[in-house]
């Protein structure tokens, strides 16, 4: 009897009128009609519903194929064929930027150098940029550093004997032999001049 008297007075009491009214309210936000018009075996609509209602910088990091960025995107470790892995945009403290929106089959990119590449849309890329920004700032304190870093030292062909390099022997601090003088050389004979054609000759038609 006490029981039932203290259920009665509890289901009447303004607290569980304001819990039922929530948990309606909650149950009519979260129902199965709400996600009638969603697709969720399509990743890349649920990607870029995400990016659209999200911060950029709250992104920072994920990788994802450059069709589900927006336009003005920063970002690095970025592919050239898909599947490949990250080919561009890798160096300490570099990043690339997406020109125009990713809808057709190729994406405008600019690199770090100022050049506009197209790049596959299927590719996949990293937002952000690259950590350690100072990298090139750094300034090496002894000649043992760089052999540190496994860099071995470059000696000139003119300070060779001609033994070892075409530029080597003469008088004074000439890339000629005397009268016989061809010029700039690699340690192998072959000119390095601009212009000179090293590769297979190209056939006639």
């Known amino acids: ?22 948990s309606n309210a909650i149950r ?37 194929p450059l069709s589900s960025m927006r336009i003005g995107t920063i970002i690095h470790n970025i592919e050239l064929n898909q599947g490949q892995g990250g080919k561009l945009v ?31 849309s299927r590719c996949r890329a990293t937002i952000g940029t690259v950590s350690n920004p100072s990298h090139g700032d750094r300034k090496l304190r002894k000649a043992g550093h760089s052999r540190w870093l496994g860099r071995r030292p470059v000696v000139r062909g003119v ?11 003469g008088e004074g601090k000439s890339k000629s032999s005397g009268k ?8 192998w004979g072959k000119p390095t001049k601009g212009g000179y054609k090293t590769g297979p000759l190209k056939r006639r038609r």
């Not at 990713?102 to 150098?113: E, F, G, H, N, V």
């Not at 300070?159 to 022997?169: R, S, T």
């Not at 016989?180 to 340690?187: E, L």
Request: charged share 15%; with cysteine.
């Open 1 to 22: 009897m006490t029981v039932s008297l203290w259920r009665s007075r509890a289901a009447s009491s303004p607290l569980s009128n304001l819990n039922s009214f929530f």
């Open 28 to 64: 009519r936000r979260f129902s199965s009609s709400n996600f009638a018009n969603t697709n969720p075996h399509n990743p890349r609509e649920s990607i870029m519903n995400q990016m659209m209602y999200s911060d950029i910088n709250s992104q920072i990091g994920s990788s994802m």
């Open 90 to 120: 890798r160096a300490a403290g570099t990043n690339a930027k997406i020109l125009k929106d990713p809808t057709a089959a190729y994406c405008l990119i600019q690199l770090p150098s100022g050049v506009k590449k197209l790049i596959d």
């Open 159 to 169: 300070a060779m004997n001609p033994v070892d390099h075409p530029h080597g022997g």
């Open 180 to 187: 016989f003088g061809k010029g700039s050389r690699t340690p």
